[in-house]
């Protein structure tokens, strides 16, 4: 018998297909439209002020210019366009807003098109590719993706060329934080296009972008690399980065364009692990991560953690922390240099560098003009936010918290700003919860040789200092802290509240702004409270950076290692979130100890809480307070808790990044034992192996490799 064609089951299941097609097609278009409306709905958001609008309409030229940008400034320092763009988008905004005074008005769309025209026939081009890759191209984006309807051909093709030069094939095109960012445009012009398939590209890219690298981005520690130099951005790349990619993972939640969820953990894990560990009390920034970008004048103290907020919307994943900042913790970033260190209370950090990395970043654009020693063993301790707040054109350069430095009578041109480290020995050790960070420094701007450690406590924090060496013809000084002044200062129980200058000798204690010094050595110490001038040009040249006067009341105290010091030493503590009275008081019932001081060891004690830290720079052997005894046969940053039973947990660290293995000699009451441990590599070292728990009779290793 002759087989019948199968009519019906090729019918059916072409129909099917077809379906599917549709079906997806019906989806796509749906999530599309989605989309464009949730994007063009943040832009909208904030209701635009109509009378500063009217002010931009009333002061706008026939030719559609404003008389107070210098159209012909397109330099790296320059650039006023950005305004002419701004006004763009503020006209485009108040055309599209439903409940505004200027809602699709006639005259506004006729002044706002004399102002795109202009732009669009000039087509301006800034030096610094930035404003030519993303700047540019954002507004331009987002203006047509909320004019759109209202433009004809010629406009909409002359404006998608500008911003089409944000793209995949351009100069910023390349890892780190610009990237994720330049993706972000191109997704706007493509929902402009209506073009599906390059939109879906443009997202996967920005999804592609979210991966852990020792090149340009998110490193193995959880800092923030923008580029190679091995200087930390956590908190302006990095923050572009992740901002960027949490907008966006608002925008696609729920459509078929969502980010993978490896994607978004790995940014909410960047997020807490890294950025919100730089940000004292999960509400601002720590001047201490800063780069360049500590010579832009800032507009508030405290940030809206909008990044959290839209990160939780889109996952579920760590979201109590998400909601909630950790106020209890300590981290040392080992590709950074940089410890963190946060208390309930009170928030400190240090910042450091190596011959793994470049001191600082790049004064770009000339910024950032006295940088030189910004990251020469900074420390900065935050309460309130407010104790830095724009004082940075008032600074003596000089005297930033936390460093020595010899204080040259002038500093080198800002060119000469940026030099490889010198020392290997640089790093830090932490538990979690406590931490120690060391610094072999060798200033590669005057040769001065300083070997520091810090030690985080509960309510302490335990600052050293051996072998200061200079041959500078200038003092050489060790800054406690310059800040803001805020009330008076207290020195030895004595209320001063007038403007000053006075000379200390240690032993001595003072308090300020809540925050109490203790220096613990014979230091000559300098004390300075007053007014303090300076100018914003004199840090930047950027055009809005003037050479108008800036006094500040200030607060400064300093430690005196005199001129061509020799093998000079220091040691004092901080006692932030604490009273005249109290500081007062602690020096009764002191319950730290400096075991050591010197080039070989620095060791420090706790004796209420028991904790223990020894930083060795040579093979050697401490005792602390209570008896413990610890060899060390290579040199290594450790960290002990005792406890009743003997001890609780060893952290141990290798500064250097370059050891596989240390071994220790551990003496207790009741015995000893010589332990191994085995480092982490690769990725990975520098990272402390946390050891616990232990106990007199036999030490169990737990190594975090």
Not at 269 to 279: E, V
Not at 555 to 564: E, P, Q, R, S
Request: net charge neutral; aromatic share 12%.
């Amino acid at each position: 018998m002759t087989a019948r064609p199968q009519y019906g089951k090729w019918i059916a299941a072409w129909l099917f297909s077809a379906l599917i097609i549709v079906s997806v097609k019906a989806q796509s278009d749906t999530d599309f439209e989605m989309i464009s409306n949730r994007l063009k709905g943040a832009l909208l958001a904030e209701p635009v002020d109509a009378g500063v609008l009217r002010g931009i309409v009333a002061d706008m030229a026939e030719n559609g210019t404003w008389p107070h940008i210098n159209y012909s400034d397109t330099s790296r320092t320059g650039f006023g366009h950005q305004i002419h763009l701004r006004n763009l988008l503020m006209m485009a905004k108040a055309y599209q807003q439903t409940e505004g005074a200027y809602y699709r008005d006639k005259s506004l769309l006729s002044v706002f098109k004399k102002a795109l025209h202009h732009w669009l026939r000039k087509d301006y081009r800034c030096e610094n590719w930035w404003w030519n890759e993303i700047g540019t191209p954002d507004a331009m984006a987002n203006i047509l993706l909320l004019m759109c309807e209202a433009l004809d051909a010629d406009e909409l093709t002359a404006g998608l060329a500008i911003a089409g030069r944000s793209n995949f094939d351009a100069f910023g095109a390349r890892p780190g934080g610009d990237f994720i960012k330049m993706a972000a445009i191109n997704a706007v012009t493509e929902l402009v296009r209506q073009d599906t398939a390059a939109f879906s590209r443009a997202i996967k890219t920005m999804s592609d972008q979210i991966y852990v690298t020792e090149d340009r981005g998110i490193k193995p520690d959880m800092s923030f690399h923008h580029r190679t130099d091995g200087v930390p951005s956590t908190l302006s790349y990095g923050r572009q980065y992740v901002s960027s990619f949490a907008y966006w993972g608002n925008m696609l939640r729920g459509t078929r364009f969502a980010f993978e969820p490896s994607a978004v953990k790995l940014v909410v894990d960047y997020y807490l692990d890294g950025m919100r560990k730089a940000m004292p009390f999960g509400r601002f920034d720590d001047p201490g991560i800063k780069n360049r970008d500590v010579s832009r004048r800032s507009v508030s103290i405290q940030r809206d953690d909008h990044i959290a907020k839209l990160l939780v919307r889109i996952t579920d994943y760590r979201k109590d922390e998400l909601e909630q900042p950790n106020l209890r913790s300590n981290q040392y970033f080992w590709y950074s240099h940089y410890h963190s260190h946060q208390r309930p209370l009170y928030f400190a950090s240090v910042r450091m560098y190596s011959n793994r990395s470049n001191n600082i970043e790049s004064p770009y654009n000339e910024e950032g003009l006295k940088n030189h020693f910004y990251a020469d063993g900074s420390q900065f301790i935050s309460r309130t936010g407010h104790e830095y707040f724009n004082i940075y054109p008032s600074w003596d350069w000089r005297k930033i918290p936390g460093t020595t430095v010899v204080q040259v009578d002038t500093f080198p041109h800002w060119e000469e700003i940026v030099k490889k480290g010198t020392t290997s020995f640089v790093g830090g050790v932490s538990d979690g919860e406590y931490g120690a960070t060391a610094f072999d420094l060798l200033s590669p701007h005057s040769g001065l040789m300083a070997r520091k450690s810090w030690f985080f406590f509960d309510d302490e924090i335990v600052c050293v200092g051996a072998g200061i060496t200079a041959a500078e013809a200038q003092p050489v000084m060790t800054t406690l802290n310059q800040s803001l002044l805020y009330g008076p200062v207290w020195v030895k129980g004595k209320r001063e509240t007038r403007e000053r200058e006075q000379w200390l000798q240690g032993p001595a204690w003072v308090n300020h702004d809540s925050i109490g010094y203790i220096i613990l050595d014979g230091s000559r110490i300098w004390l300075r409270q007053g007014r303090s001038t300076g100018t914003w040009r004199s840090i930047t040249h950027q055009a809005s950076a003037t050479d108008e006067p800036v006094t500040q009341q200030t607060f400064t105290l300093a430690i005196d290692h005199g001129v061509k010091p020799r093998d000079a030493t220091y040691a004092y503590m901080v006692l932030p979130a604490i009273t005249a009275a109290e500081t007062r008081a602690y020096l009764r019932q002191q319950p730290v100890q400096v075991i050591s001081n010197s080039k070989k060891l620095q060791a420090v004690s706790h004796n209420k809480s028991g904790i223990h830290f020894a930083v060795f720079y040579e093979p050697g052997e401490v005792t602390f307070s209570n008896g413990i005894q610890l060899a060390a046969h290579q040199p290594a940053l450790f960290m002990l808790k005792s406890s009743t039973t003997g001890i609780a947990r060893i952290a141990v660290a290798d500064p250097t990044c370059k050891r596989k293995s240390v071994t220790f000699r551990l003496r207790l009451p009741s015995g000893e034992d010589t332990i191994t441990v085995n480092l982490p590599t690769g990725q990975r070292a520098g990272k402390s192996v946390v050891l616990e728990p232990l106990n007199e009779s036999k030490l169990q290793k737990i190594n975090d490799n």
